[in-house]
């Protein structure tokens, strides 16, 4: 173990997978001698030389193909977006392309391709460069969708990632980059995906959330016990697969859940999981479950205008309460 | 040839521009202006020859590294500078910040986040205005790096196959963040890339007001002509990092210093004398600039928040 950023984590499990298997190698936008806007490739190239560390130009839809290209030809890419927004000007390829070669062709590729970047609020840089995208991702069959909100679960859900012979979309959080944790050293450390991680436990009410708000999530919980109720608070860790028995299992002993994520709260992946819950635990619910998730606007630049337009600490402690009728 | 009129007007341009990004970088500094500002110090000579040639009602599309653009175009300062400070003044109501900075009344249509987004959307506002049998001309203004993203490709096949009145206009600064522009780009000069679409392409220097004003007035009256587009390249340097704080490894100090020597307001000041404006006259543009630069920031400065009650309204256009 040891105490590391979560932008580190991510660069170290890069780095021995590339070590440990020749056909990993990983291309975005200035990931050179840059490091990447958020120094997760920082000083790779020293290591791994620029055939391996590959700096592209500003074409998105061109080199995640080449990716998709590459894993089908036998390479383990990963490509990092600068910001995981870019990925909409690759839509096809992500969509059309990564997603669907493996059913459409009868079974027969292999996509070991690891499409990763950051998302989401806390730098001021508005509406096209600080979205929460994973929902997207969940709705078309066929891509992995993984969310660490720790640096240890960075580490060991990208190993899991990059190990995966299916097209896995990898996202971080900006405002997360800098959180310092312990983190397991040990090259094979990996996260199984599709397996929740019960970050507090308690007996109230279910709240689930993912990247930043399980922090926020976390920091509510402990508000909550202060007025006597006792949240248990779930990171489903990857959204696709998703753990559902870990989820419906928390309700059942709850009998209330609370979904708080940065998307938007319309149609976001909240209403996928109150959805599943409705069905599954229907009998057991107490409450009718409350989704909480970015108002239905292009998220503003101003912060107070940032903040109003996302759920903050209060807002999950409110929509708490409310289900649990306190 | 560029009038005495014309000529002040592109010299004082260029010193708001300079004035407005100095008071960003040091307002940024004492963290009275957050989120992602480019800055386009070094390259003013394009936004500011470029626009002093077309009028509020032609049209431009802009990039992450706009205020040059918005401010050739017409822009006030003042607003312009609350809009990057998150004001309830600002051109966007502080929805937009520097990077989604737009001015409808000036035909400014947007700073664009997304590299090269602008880029097909200056190929429609011209083909609004073909279509519409008008005399407006739009200007998309792109970087060396947009002009990798497909979105380029296809701005440029549109634009010459349907013949609409576009000048697309790269500022070849070099790099695209710390990548050069010979590990990214296949050409050394990204005008040659207009061959493949069938229309003119020049390469100039982005530094020199008169170079640039030649081959854009060449453009303009090809474009109002009805005979299409064309692809002007101008080779220039950003003096600032990509970002505020961007350690820049990946080039060197002298090389920045050496394109300091070739500063396009100074040498563009130095043409003035030649041609017998007064150090006086120059002297007053650049105070003038000064002084609206210093209004706009006390402006930004004590204007309020935005309204967080107005959050959701303009998602849709609703009758009033
Ligand atoms: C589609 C997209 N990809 C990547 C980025 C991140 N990014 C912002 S500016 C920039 C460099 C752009 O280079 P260039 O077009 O040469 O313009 P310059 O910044 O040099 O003015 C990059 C990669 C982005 N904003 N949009
Ligand atoms: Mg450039």
Same mark, same amino acid.
């Given at each position: 173990?040891?105490?590391?950023?979560?932008?580190?984590?991510?660069?170290?499990?890069?780095?021995?997978?590339?070590?440990?298997?020749?056909?990993?190698?990983?291309?975005?936008?200035?990931?050179?001698?840059?490091?990447?806007?958020?120094?997760?490739?920082?000083?790779?190239?020293?290591?791994?030389?620029?055939?391996?560390?590959?700096?592209?130009?500003?074409?998105?839809?061109?080199?995640?193909?080449?990716?998709?290209?590459?894993?089908?030809?036998?390479?383990?890419?990963?490509? =990092? /977006?600068?910001?995981?927004? @870019?990925?909409?000007?690759?839509?096809?390829?992500?969509?059309?392309?990564?997603?669907?070669?493996?059913?459409? @062709?009868?079974?027969?590729?292999?996509?070991?391709?690891?499409?990763?970047?950051?998302?989401?609020?806390?730098?001021?840089?508005?509406?096209?460069?600080?979205?929460?995208?994973?929902?997207?991702?969940?709705?078309?069959?066929? /891509?992995?969708?993984?969310?660490?909100?720790? $640096?240890?679960?960075?580490?060991?859900?990208?190993?899991?990632?990059?190990?995966?012979?299916?097209?896995?979309?990898?996202?971080?959080?900006?405002?997360?980059?800098?959180?310092?944790?312990?983190?397991?050293?040990? $090259? =094979?450390?990996? /996260?199984? @995906?599709?397996?929740?991680?019960?970050?507090?436990?308690?007996?109230?009410?279910?709240?689930?959330?993912?990247?930043?708000?399980?922090?926020?999530?976390? =920091?509510?919980?402990?508000?909550?016990?202060?007025?006597?109720?006792?949240?248990?608070?779930?990171?489903?860790?990857?959204?696709?697969?998703?753990?559902?028995?870990?989820?419906?299992?928390?309700?059942?002993?709850?009998?209330?859940?609370?979904?708080?994520?940065?998307?938007?709260?319309?149609?976001?992946?909240?209403?996928?999981?109150?959805?599943?819950?409705?069905?599954?635990? @229907?009998?057991?619910?107490?409450?009718?479950? /409350?989704?909480?998730?970015?108002?239905?606007?292009?998220?503003?630049?101003?912060?107070?205008?940032?903040?109003?337009?996302?759920?903050?600490?209060?807002?999950?402690?409110?929509?708490?309460?409310?289900?649990?009728?306190? | 040839? &560029?009038?005495?009129?014309? #000529?002040?007007? &592109?010299?004082?341009?260029?010193?708001?521009?300079?004035?407005?990004?100095?008071?960003?970088?040091?307002?940024?500094?004492?963290?009275?202006?957050?989120?992602?500002?480019?800055?386009?110090?070094?390259?003013?000579?394009?936004?500011?020859?470029?626009?002093?040639?077309?009028?509020?009602?032609?049209? &431009?599309?802009?990039?992450?590294?706009?205020?040059?653009?918005?401010?050739?175009?017409?822009?006030?300062?003042?607003? #312009?500078?609350?809009?990057?400070?998150?004001?309830?003044?600002?051109?966007?109501?502080?929805?937009?910040?520097?990077?989604?900075?737009?001015?409808?009344?000036?035909?400014? *249509?947007?700073?664009?986040?997304?590299?090269? +987004?602008?880029?097909?959307?200056?190929?429609?506002?011209?083909?609004?205005?073909?279509?519409?049998?008008?005399?407006?001309?739009?200007?998309?203004?792109?970087?060396? +790096?947009?002009?990798?993203?497909?979105?380029?490709?296809?701005?440029?096949?549109? #634009?010459?196959? !349907?013949?609409?009145?576009?000048?697309?206009?790269?500022?070849?600064?070099?790099?695209?963040?710390?990548?050069?522009? !010979?590990?990214?780009?296949?050409?050394?000069?990204?005008?040659?890339?207009?061959?493949?679409?069938?229309?003119?392409?020049?390469?100039?220097?982005?530094?020199?007001?008169?170079?640039?004003?030649?081959?854009?007035?060449?453009?303009?009256?090809?474009?109002?002509?009805?005979?299409?587009?064309?692809?002007?390249?101008?080779?220039?340097?950003? !003096?600032?990092?990509?970002?505020?704080?961007?350690?820049?490894?990946?080039?060197?100090?002298?090389? &920045?210093?050496? !394109?300091?020597?070739?500063?396009?307001?100074?040498?563009?000041?130095?043409?003035? *004398?030649?041609?017998?404006?007064?150090?006086?006259?120059?002297?007053?543009?650049?105070?003038?600039?000064?002084?609206?630069v210093e209004e706009a920031v006390d402006f930004a400065l004590n204007s309020p928040l935005p309204d967080e009650g107005k959050i959701l309204e303009d998602v849709f256009y609703e009758e009033a």
């Amino acid at each position: 173990m040891s105490k590391k950023t979560y932008a580190i984590a991510i660069r170290d499990v890069i780095a021995q997978e590339m070590r440990r298997d020749e056909n990993v190698f990983i291309m975005g936008e200035d990931i050179e001698i840059l490091g990447g806007i958020f120094g997760c490739t920082r000083d790779l190239y020293k290591e791994f030389g620029t055939e391996r560390v590959r700096n592209t130009p500003i074409s998105e839809a061109g080199f995640i193909g080449a990716g998709l290209g590459a894993a089908c030809a036998g390479m383990r890419p990963i490509v =990092e /977006l600068m910001y995981m927004d @870019f990925t909409l000007v690759a839509m096809d390829q992500i969509i059309n392309q990564v997603a669907k070669t493996r059913y459409i @062709f009868g079974g027969r590729a292999k996509i070991p391709l690891v499409i990763r970047g950051q998302q989401g609020i806390g730098r001021g840089n508005a509406a096209t460069h600080s979205q929460s995208m994973e929902t997207i991702f969940m709705h078309f069959p066929g /891509l992995k969708v993984a969310c660490p909100s720790t $640096p240890q679960d960075a580490a060991g859900l990208l190993r899991t990632a990059i190990r995966d012979d299916n097209p896995v979309m990898f996202f971080e959080h900006k405002a997360l980059y800098a959180d310092k944790g312990e983190v397991n050293d040990d $090259p =094979e450390f990996m /996260l199984p @995906f599709g397996k929740a991680d019960i970050k507090r436990e308690g007996t109230d009410v279910t709240i689930v959330a993912n990247l930043l708000y399980v922090k926020r999530a976390l =920091e509510a919980a402990k508000e909550l016990e202060s007025i006597g109720i006792s949240a248990e608070v779930i990171d489903p860790m990857t959204l696709v697969p998703f753990d559902k028995e870990t989820v419906v299992n928390s309700v059942k002993k709850t009998g209330r859940l609370v979904v708080v994520h940065e998307a938007h709260r319309n149609a976001g992946w909240g209403a996928e999981v109150a959805a599943m819950v409705t069905e599954e635990a @229907f009998r057991y619910l107490d409450a009718p479950p /409350l989704r909480l998730g970015a108002l239905a606007c292009p998220l503003p630049f101003a912060l107070n205008l940032e903040n109003a337009a996302t759920p903050q600490v209060a807002d999950i402690v409110q929509a708490a309460r409310q289900v649990c009728y306190r | 040839m &560029i009038s005495k009129e014309r #000529a002040s007007r &592109i010299y004082l341009t260029m010193h708001r521009i300079r004035g407005f990004e100095e008071q960003v970088v040091s307002l940024f500094e004492s963290n009275k202006l957050r989120g992602s500002v480019h800055l386009c110090i070094g390259q003013e000579a394009i936004a500011a020859t470029v626009c002093s040639n077309l009028t509020e009602k032609d049209y &431009i599309t802009s990039t992450h590294r706009g205020h040059g653009h918005c401010i050739a175009k017409g822009a006030r300062l003042d607003y #312009a500078m609350a809009e990057l400070m998150g004001k309830a003044t600002g051109y966007c109501k502080g929805r937009g910040g520097s990077m989604h900075i737009a001015d409808f009344e000036t035909g400014n *249509l947007g700073a664009n986040a997304i590299v090269g +987004g602008g880029i097909p959307i200056a190929v429609g506002a011209a083909l609004a205005s073909k279509m519409q049998k008008r005399k407006e001309v739009a200007v998309s203004f792109f970087g060396d +790096g947009a002009s990798n993203e497909g979105i380029f490709h296809e701005a440029l096949n549109l #634009a010459s196959l !349907w013949k609409v009145p576009v000048i697309f206009v790269c500022e070849n600064n070099g790099y695209g963040i710390s990548v050069p522009a !010979w590990q990214s780009t296949s050409v050394e000069d990204i005008s040659v890339r207009a061959v493949s679409y069938n229309m003119p392409g020049v390469t100039v220097d982005g530094n020199d007001v008169e170079a640039i004003d030649e081959a854009f007035r060449a453009a303009l009256e090809r474009a109002r002509a009805g005979e299409g587009p064309t692809l002007i390249e101008c080779k220039t340097y950003r !003096w600032l990092g990509h970002w505020t704080g961007d350690p820049q490894p990946y080039r060197t100090r002298e090389e &920045i210093e050496s !394109w300091k020597e070739k500063c396009p307001i100074k040498r563009y000041g130095e043409k003035l *004398l030649e041609q017998g404006f007064t150090a006086e006259e120059l002297e007053q543009l650049s105070q003038q600039a000064k002084k609206e630069v210093e209004e706009a920031v006390d402006f930004a400065l004590n204007s309020p928040l935005p309204d967080e009650g107005k959050i959701l309204e303009d998602v849709f256009y609703e009758e009033a």
